[in-house]
């Protein structure tokens, strides 16, 4: 079974609907993030989390918003999904304590397509 | 200026070529680099953290050159396999949190 999950893997939407992308985990890290990848631009950081009670905007937070149910769970949510937030979507987690300066794990990524 | 800067090629190599990638950065405060492979349409996985003093994992060798602020990536004997999209990874910096991961390099090795 993979380590982080996602779902769903594929979705199309239309402008103006709210979507929920979910991230597990069984790795038993505290650090998760969710990143968006575009062609020409690589990774950018939407929000992370360092722990339950922990939540941060990354480089490009707006028209998301994001919550950490548990210690496994991280959700990313379009709240008023537009066509520039097609892109594909990647959630990660790392361990605090790992020594070799924070490699991240992630997810098998959800395509949205928002037309 | 970007952050962390790559060539996005694509490199076009033989196998048994030898490619190299640089990547450079702009935070003199990193602390932590790294190379991660991406395959088509999946999600990004670490190849090898990079240290100050060099290291190498097989036919993978990264370094680091904190004056310069670049990292490198060499690999030797090409794979057919290596075909990938390479990415840099720049962590730490002033003012909290900050891992940026560069645009890629693309590479395609040829039988």
């Known amino acids: 079974d993979a380590d982080v999950t996602q779902t769903p893997r594929n979705r199309i939407t239309k402008t103006g609907k709210r979507i929920m992308l979910e991230c597990s985990q069984t790795k038993g890290h505290d650090r998760m993030y969710w990143y968006r990848q575009d062609p020409g631009l690589g990774l950018r950081l939407i929000y992370y989390s360092f722990d339950v009670k922990d939540i941060n905007k990354g480089e490009i937070s707006d028209g998301y918003s994001v919550s950490r149910q548990a210690q496994a769970k991280f959700s990313l949510s379009l709240e008023s999904a537009i066509p520039n937030q097609t892109a594909l979507y990647f959630c990660?987690?790392?361990?605090?304590?790992?020594?070799?300066?924070?490699?991240?794990?992630f997810g098998p990524g959800t395509r949205l397509t928002v037309l | 200026r970007k952050e962390v800067e790559q060539d996005p090629g694509p490199f076009n190599v033989p196998e048994g070529a030898t490619v190299a990638f640089n990547c450079t950065y702009s935070n003199s405060a990193s602390q932590s680099f790294f190379w991660y492979r991406q395959d088509c349409r999946k999600e990004p996985k670490l190849l090898m953290s990079?240290?100050?003093s060099g290291n190498e994992d097989g036919r993978f060798t990264a370094q680091l050159n904190r004056a310069s602020q670049y990292i490198s990536l060499l690999i030797r004997d090409s794979k057919l396999s290596d075909s990938a999209t390479y990415l840099c990874v720049v962590n730490g910096g002033t003012g909290g949190f900050k891992t940026i991961f560069g645009a890629g390099t693309r590479l395609f090795v040829k039988a």
């Open positions: 990660a987690t790392s361990d605090l304590w790992d020594p070799s300066g924070d490699e991240q794990f």
């Open positions: 990079v240290y100050s």
